[in-house]
């Protein structure tokens, strides 16, 4: 049962313009969510977070934003450069405390193109 | 300097050996974690351990044990491998633990294991 989830596998997007990462989540007690990038042979680096209270936050060239109502976040780099190339992972948790495990989706494969 | 290293990067190894993943963080962090990757490219949580005491132990065979000999290092121990044991692990670790919000972790390269 995949409580968070990335619908789109892949997503190819041109030097300079937005790219958007969707996720979905189905657990409604999740309160703390998070944006993980990972390039190949190397672990996931933390990327942007955002708590329930919120439904923005911004750092830099990337911007999540958070609709609780309809359990949807979305991740905006603009403008995107080909160094962003990567798997891009939604993660949720329930507190965002160590006592609670962090669910991660699938994974949204993006690739810059100069 | 490494902040979270795993040893070995690669292991491959026969069905029915016993094999550890050893792993360590310098950050200071309190609480460390082992992720499996599986072939369909999930991340999910194995085990964690804050200040050397398991915290999180999700439904995994008994023949995966984490160890944690001090706050810094976090081992993985496989006895009896198994063909689906061939995954990448990732250890992982945060920088605060307990009932505070943990934000992010920081993880490891991965060690890609291949039980044949």
């Known amino acids: 049962d995949q409580q968070v989830k990335q619908n789109s596998p892949s997503l190819s997007v041109q030097e300079g313009r937005i790219s958007i990462l969707n996720c979905d989540y189905t657990n409604s007690m999740f309160d703390y969510f998070l944006w993980y990038k990972k390039y190949p042979a190397e672990g996931p680096t933390f990327l942007i977070s955002i708590s329930s209270i919120k439904d923005k936050n911004e750092d830099g060239r990337f911007t999540v934003f958070l609709n609780k109502s309809a359990k949807h976040l979305s991740l905006h780099i603009v403008p995107s450069q080909p160094g962003d190339s990567a798997v891009y992972f939604c993660a949720a948790s329930e507190s965002g405390t160590s006592y609670d495990k962090v669910i991660f989706g699938p994974g949204t494969s993006l690739s810059v193109i100069p | 300097d490494t902040a979270v290293s795993q040893t070995p990067k690669y292991l491959v190894t026969q069905m029915g050996n016993d094999k550890s993943i050893k792993c360590e963080q310098n950050?200071?962090?309190?609480?460390m974690y082992w992720y499996k990757q599986d072939s369909k490219k999930f991340l999910k949580i194995m085990f964690s351990y804050n200040n050397k005491e398991l915290i999180i132990n999700e439904t995994v065979p008994n023949r995966f044990s984490p160890k944690s000999p001090d706050k810094a290092h976090l081992n993985l121990h496989i006895n009896s491998l198994e063909l689906g044991d061939s995954a990448v692990y990732f250890c992982?670790?945060?920088?605060?633990?307990?009932?505070?919000?943990?934000?992010?972790?920081?993880f490891g390269p991965g060690t890609r294991l291949t039980v044949t």
């Open positions: 950050l200071g962090h309190d609480t």
């Open positions: 992982a670790s945060s920088p605060i633990g307990g009932t505070d919000i943990s934000y992010e972790q920081y």
